[in-house]
């Protein structure tokens, strides 16, 4: 069982929910635009007539949001906790089924690993009470919303008569009338967006978002779902105890019972393991906090059970240190409430542009927006803790996952349909970048017409003078030490080629990578880098530039996994889902893990790496210029890195970084027809 997978389904059911409360309060957001100047403002009792007669209207939309974005959520729910089931017992079942073979359990060995009829009967349970949950999410958003209207509009009226002193109809006082105007237009739209439609409160007293309400809901079916799924099977074969799994960050109440083997009986004492050792055994009486929805196994818990057979299983996972386990989980909460901060600005955003807000109140808005997408950089710098950045965004045209596919990262969103919009305008506009000295339909790898002057060095000390060239004359320093001579030279060639082909600042330095420095701890990369232009460094990897030996051992190794996912493709792909997936189906497609395995493998590695180096140096700022500053670099990247990274290699869709590494290694190779056409014209539209 995988709680990332099935935090991952959750969320993709959930972000719909979110995306349709974006619509829903855009489209009420319409209802109260900002006036221009010359235009005279409307108070009073007229205005609540206007507005209120045309609440049916607003009404009718609403419901066309929810029908239209959520139909599909009975079948979605369906299929999320069957992949729920299936998962949990991929890995429990063939364990109980290999034990009571040996006589170890006195389970049913020989029946089907299919999903048996109390396991249906759990699964009927928990996906009515889901399904009544989420019908009753649709009917709450409705009523919501309507309250929000009639709340707006009293509010908007409350504001108006409060400064009814300053709206003065003179003639040449009309502007401040219409500020004050917008200005309650603003204030009232503002508290309506940040109420939300809240309509769930739960025993606490605690309001609850439809998008927050849902993700709490059916995270918590999924699991539960998965967790009856593997105690049934447990039970089925007659194995009696479950250890409790771990991760870091658990919840206070969970803490104490992570790792404890517990008693589904209520037995207590102790066995042994695999190993001999004494396992103390729990009774679940003695869970207390099952009695809490925040407890073990409670509302929104990512533990699981994982059944332990005497004698044949082993303890799994090491409990977290508790104050670092307690630093661990107060830092995720803040993680998720910056990350709620983030959504809920860029909604704000939203609704500004619904309501036709001027360019200064957008600019201000987007320096908020910019400020708190900073706030979480800083934060996960500080703590060393992953960005995640589909939780930072609801995409606004979110749909449910289609069956066997849960990854959040394929729905669409508003941000990847300005993508596709800029892409297909710039293939015809002046605005892509054209190259130059070569066509774009030219297809000639670069490098073939540039390094036939190149000399090789006879030694390295040789090597190392012939690439201060491309170093800092005063401060740079280059050192091959303990790379082979024959790969030195080959660095140097294809620094010189690209030095030809698109001019370079000085490097800082040329050095082996020491994989002791915090930066490179545990890289197994082939080489990495440092370039982030003047005063860069770049480093190599001696690990495999040392010798050829070395270099052909790598490249087996690739190629060995590369034929492993090649020869059990169709069944690697029906247990995968989001990102493996993808990789799966590009490797299956491609035929190679990355685009070095189809050509010189020394040189096309550090070809790849030049491509990181050159991103950081060359490509990145223009990619931002392209899309005139509107979207980030990775927002940027990723519609075009699911379209077209797939036909260059598996390492492509491994994330926006590699993508455009492979990308331009398989244009400097002369694949440029595999590229997207806008990210091929950014290559040459560097050439010098």
Known sequence: ????????????????????????????????????????????????????????????????????????????????????????????????????????????????????????????????QSADKL???????????????????????????????????????????????????????????????????????????????????????????????????????????YQVSTHRGARPLCYPWQGKVISRSGWTGTIEDLDGNTVQVHSESEIE?????????????????????????TIKGEPQDPEENEKTYAESQQQRALERK?????????????QGADDEAIKAQRAKVKQASEDIDKFCDETGRARRRDREYTPVNATFPP???????????????????????????????????????????????????????STITEAEEAAKKFVSAKMGTVSYKGIDLEYANTCNRVLGDIDKTFGLDALGSIQPMNMRSKLFKGSTSEAAYKWGGIGGDLYINPTYYKSAKAFAEHKAEIDRLTQTVLDGGEMLRSRATGRKLEYIDALLNTKRQCVSQSYDFVE???????????DDKLFRKRIMEAFGGRI??????????????????????????????????????????????VIRGIFEGAIK
């Open 1 to 128: 069982m995988r709680p990332s997978f099935l935090d991952e389904m959750s969320w993709a059911m959930a972000e719909v929910y979110g995306a349709v409360t974006d619509r829903i309060l855009v489209n009420l957001a319409r209802y109260f635009p900002y006036i221009r100047d010359g235009e005279e403002p409307r108070g009073g009792f007229e205005y609540q007539t206007r507005m209120l007669a045309q609440m049916g209207q607003a009404n009718r939309e609403t419901v066309d949001i929810i029908v239209q974005s959520l139909g599909g959520a009975d079948e979605a729910l369906r299929q999320a906790l069957e992949a729920a089931i299936l998962d949990a017992l991929k890995n429990e079942e063939p364990k109980l089924r290999k034990a009571a073979e040996q006589g170890l359990l006195n389970g049913p060995s020989l029946l089907p690993p299919e999903i048996d009829p109390a396991q249906m009967r759990t699964f009927e349970q928990f996906y009515k």
């Open 289 to 313: 906090s099952f009695r809490y929805g925040g407890g073990l196994f409670g509302v929104n818990c990512g533990h699981y059970p994982m059944n332990f057979i005497p004698g044949v299983s």
């Open 604 to 614: 096309g590695t550090f070809v790849h790496e030049c491509g990181h180096a050159l």
């Open 632 to 677: 980030s670099y990775n927002d940027a990247l990723s519609e075009s890195r699911h379209t077209y990274g797939g036909g260059i290699s598996g390492y492509a869709v491994a994330d926006n970084q590699e993508y455009v590494a492979e990308s331009f290694a398989a244009w400097w190779y002369g694949e440029g027809d595999k590229l997207d056409p």
């Open 403 to 457: 069956k066997g596919s849960y990854d959040p990262a394929e729905s669409p969103t508003t941000e990847r349909d300005k993508i596709k919009d800029w892409y297909t305008n710039s293939r015809n506009s002046n605005s892509q970048p054209q190259s130059p000295t070569r066509a774009a339909t030219d297809s000639t790898p670069p490098q073939m017409q540039k390094h036939a002057d190149f000399t090789p060095a």
């Open 135 to 241: 019908n009753l999410v649709n009917t709450v958003m409705m009523e919501s919303t309507q309250e929000a209207y009639r709340a707006t509009v009293a509010d908007v009226e409350q504001r108006i008569q409060r400064t009814q002193s300053i709206l003065n109809v003179a003639a040449g006082e009309t502007v401040t009338g219409v500020s004050t105007y917008n200005q309650a237009m603003h204030d009232a739209v503002r508290k309506m967006v940040a109420n939300g439609l809240t309509g769930f409160v739960d025993h606490g007293g605690h309001r609850w978002t439809p998008e927050a309400y849902v993700a709490m809901d059916i995270r918590t079916t999924m699991f539960n779902t998965a967790r009856s799924a593997i105690n049934e099977e447990g039970e089925r074969f007659g194995c009696d105890f």
């Open 342 to 354: 983030l959504r809920e600005e860029r909604r704000e955003l939203a609704v500004m542009k619904a």
